[in-house]
């Protein structure tokens, strides 16, 4: 019913910045919170950054200053500006929305997610 597709990854030299953008896509009828959160290999996911719909916005206490996070409810889109890359970032970043969708039948409010980017930070 609802995919959430993530892009913007790739390799980026220490110090550089990368913007990921997530777009929701479906039969959305209202957009909630949405979020990033970053994986890697053996240790658990992370929550970095979270905006909700009055466009009020959280961050993980390592990326504050580093890492903004914005959305576009006219497109279901969230993007998440990350600057003064380190190698600490490398991971792979997931996108989280929390939509209702219209199911033909009735509304349902579910939290979904994208498949995820790899950002690699490196020289």
């Known amino acids: 019913q609802v995919q959430l597709v993530e892009s913007g990854g790739g390799l980026v030299q220490p110090g550089g910045s990368v913007r990921l953008s997530c777009e929701a896509s479906?039969?959305?009828?209202?957009?909630?919170?949405m979020g990033w959160h970053r994986q890697v290999p053996g240790k658990q996911r992370e929550l970095v950054a979270s905006i909700i719909n009055s466009g009020t916005t959280k961050y993980a206490d390592s990326v504050k200053g580093r890492f903004h996070i914005s959305r576009d409810d006219a497109t279901n889109t969230v993007a998440l500006q990350i600057d003064n890359l380190n190698p600490e970032d490398t991971a792979v970043y997931y996108c989280?929305?929390?939509?209702?969708?219209?199911?033909?039948?009735?509304?349902?409010?579910?939290?979904?997610w994208g498949q995820g980017t790899q950002v690699t930070v490196s020289s």
């Open positions: 989280n929305a929390d939509v209702e969708v219209y199911t033909g039948t009735s509304y349902n409010r579910g939290d979904y």
């Open positions: 479906g039969s959305i009828v209202s957009t909630y919170g």
